[in-house]
């Protein structure tokens, strides 16, 4: 586990792992696509990617940016890239224009398919014929949820459509100028089996409010009604948070 010892060093230090992962693509070597997560916690380690990729010598950057491939882990159906709060316009905003990006490195869910489960299916196999996952950045829900994978939820659960937890709806609704009654019931989200095989899982937790929920996730035995205790499992997780969000665990490292 590290610590940073506030939001932005976090970011900035995810931000380094992110530029590291790009670069075997770049050298013309095996890489596997990113995977990628939205919410306010990726926030500030967007701004600081972007930061990091922009101040590299223009071929390096180019380089980098010419290998990138990556998967986001959910969109909200019903939303699409016009929908100011859909991922797939966040995912625009925070990366896709500062870096120019072509819309087929940087892939979501469409959550406007007209059968979103026929979408769901399709994505998690795009995912397997791409390889599978390399670094997978993930958020750590109120609940306990990693993507959309809401509680119960088992570890072999696959790329799915489903229905939101109430709480997860609520969670989400400051994001929503008119509110919970804007947030959409349903999302697609890469499952945890996909999120288990990928070769690096990186939990990035920010903020005292995810103290608890941290705590129980990495300290309590996994089980299907807190997804994210499932990564435990994972040889090569690594957890970054800041100190608020680590307030509540024993041993750590800043």
């Not at 993507?147 to 088992?154: A, K, S």
């Not at 969670?171 to 697609?188: E, T």
Request: glycine share 12%; proline share 10%.
């Amino acid at each position: 586990m590290e610590v940073a010892p506030g939001p932005e060093v976090l970011g900035q230090r995810v931000a380094a792992l992110v530029v590291e992962a790009l670069r075997p693509a770049a050298a013309g070597g095996p890489a596997k696509p990113l995977g990628l997560a939205t919410g306010r916690t990726m926030e500030p380690v967007y701004g600081a990617l972007v930061e990091q990729l922009q101040a590299l010598p223009s071929v390096e950057r180019q380089g980098l940016l010419a290998g990138w491939s990556s998967f986001n882990l959910d969109e909200y159906v019903g939303l699409g890239p016009e929908d100011l709060e859909s991922f797939a316009a966040s995912m625009e905003r925070c990366l896709g224009a500062p870096l120019g990006l072509a819309p087929g490195q940087l892939r979501l869910p469409d959550g406007l398919a007209p059968h979103p489960e026929r979408e769901a299916r399709h994505y998690g196999q795009a995912i397997a014929a791409a390889g599978g996952l390399g670094l997978q950045l993930l958020g750590l829900g109120n609940n306990g949820h990693v993507g959309f994978n809401e509680p119960p939820c088992p570890p072999e659960a696959p790329t799915r459509c489903l229905e939101l937890d109430p709480a997860t709806r609520r969670q989400n609704a400051g994001l929503f100028a008119a509110g919970l009654a804007a947030v959409p019931r349903r999302a697609i989200t890469v499952g945890l089996a996909e999120i288990l095989a990928a070769e690096t899982v990186v939990l990035v937790v920010s903020g005292e409010s995810k103290a608890e929920i941290l705590r129980r996730s990495l300290e309590e035995p996994p089980q299907p009604q807190l997804p994210a205790s499932w990564l435990q499992r994972h040889p090569r997780l690594k957890v970054m948070v800041d100190g608020a969000a680590a307030s509540r665990l024993g041993c750590v490292r800043i």
